[in-house]
């Protein structure tokens, strides 16, 4: 039965990491569809100006462009994350526990949970200033992105202690045996 969920987490991540592909290229497709017709139309400008509320008094293509740069960074770091959560798997299958490998990916999981973190509260920072109606104000209150990231960013670097610990136990145990 073990092997049957560690089956399905491997699963369920890489099919998550064809949409971060996707999610990818879709930013990238839309940047440029938004950076040709900001350029060409002046309609189409104007509306996107008047969608940033405050912020679209100046060049709202700088904010365009940072705002899809943030979401293509939130969807490279969850396809890594995924990437590495699938070694961590894969290593457990075949069980290999306490090894340099594991920490390792333990420690890259860690830094791009971080990344996607710092993403998450760069895009929820660059929100505020948008135009709000009544029905964000509670969003804006509680972020759950961001802190659904802290949540996770702490229980991987728990995971990340328990593993350095459990290897220094074992390199101990061999070493007395």
Known sequence: MKKFWLNLI???AFIYQIFCVLGMVFSVFVLGIVAFSFNNNSDFAQGFRAGFGSWGKGNT??????FFVVLFLEALAEFFICRFARG??????NEIFFANQNLELIRKLLV?????TVMTIVLF???LNLQLGKDDIQHLAYPTGAQG???FLAVIYVIYIVFKYGMQLQEDSDAII
């Open 88 to 93: 961590l798997v894969r290593n457990i299958k």
């Open 125 to 127: 920072l660059m929100s």
């Open 149 to 151: 990231g802290l949540l």
């Open 10 to 12: 491997e699963v369920v």
């Open 61 to 66: 293509l700088w904010l365009a462009i940072a």
């Open 112 to 116: 791009w949970v971080a990344t996607y």
